[in-house]
């Protein structure tokens, strides 16, 4: 039985508020990836792969590190949660986000960290890239996946969209061979969506992008309006 790649959540885009939502705690299913992410390049690569992601992986989630920017002794923490494939998460990272960096997380007023969220198997590939260069790249290549989310999103077969992943990342200084490995490290595939799962529970996260701010959920906003947060959290 070949495998079916099945989307991990149904999304709706709802385009006034500017956010994705998923449907609920069940919308990202641990048991629906394919573990060996070159399954694209092979798709007859047994199903069975499949039904070994569950949650006996939680235990390994506590080794998938948070990234993080800025300063983590911070009175302000905020925490983004965001899909590569989420469209508006695209437009944070390539304009507010960058304001927010140079206003608070590149003089350290604050502490910032990014946590993916996994709407499809696109966006668990992205992350998987984005993670392949450890910390120290990770921001680098989330704004090219970012920056070119429109083109790699649309490249047609799975096949192809991996490829353009590939692509960002050698752009980004990875190699060949350090790629694929990172691409098809089953059980690192296994052990994000356990994370996620967990994460998602945890702080409630029904759409992208969200953020915690000190704790506090908020759903996508205007630059300014956190900026207003953000200004009377410090003053505290």
């Known amino acids: 039985m070949k495998p079916t790649f099945p989307i991990l959540a149904a999304v709706a885009v709802a385009a006034a508020g500017g956010w994705y939502a998923f449907s609920g705690t069940n919308a990202v299913d641990s048991t ?19 039904d070994t992601a569950s949650s006996e992986t939680t235990a390994e989630t506590a080794a998938i590190e948070d990234m993080t920017l800025g300063n983590p002794d911070s009175a302000v923490q905020i925490i983004e949660y965001a899909s590569y494939t989420c469209p508006h998460c695209a437009a944070f990272d390539q304009g507010p986000f960058q304001q927010l960096k140079a206003d608070y997380i590149d003089n350290d007023k604050i502490g910032f960290t990014y946590r993916e969220v996994y709407f499809d198997r696109y966006g668990l590939w992205a992350s998987m890239v984005s993670r392949c260069g450890g910390e120290d790249k990770f921001f680098g290549i989330t704004d090219m996946i970012y920056a070119g989310q429109s083109e790699w999103v649309r490249a047609g077969e799975p096949t192809a969209i991996v490829e353009e992943l590939r692509k960002i990342g050698r752009l980004a200084g990875l190699d060949i061979e350090e790629l694929d490995a990172c691409l098809q490290d089953g059980e ?10 967990e994460n998602q529970k945890a702080d409630d996260i029904t759409s992208t992008p969200s953020f915690l701010i000190n704790g506090k959920k908020y759903s996508n906003m205007p630059y300014a309006e956190m900026k207003e947060i953000i200004d009377a959290a410090l003053e505290e």
């Open 188 to 197: 690192k595939a296994q052990s994000l969506v356990a994370w996620w799962e």
């Open 32 to 50: 629906q990836i394919t573990p060996l992410v070159s399954a694209a390049n092979a798709q007859t690569a047994s199903a069975d792969k499949a």
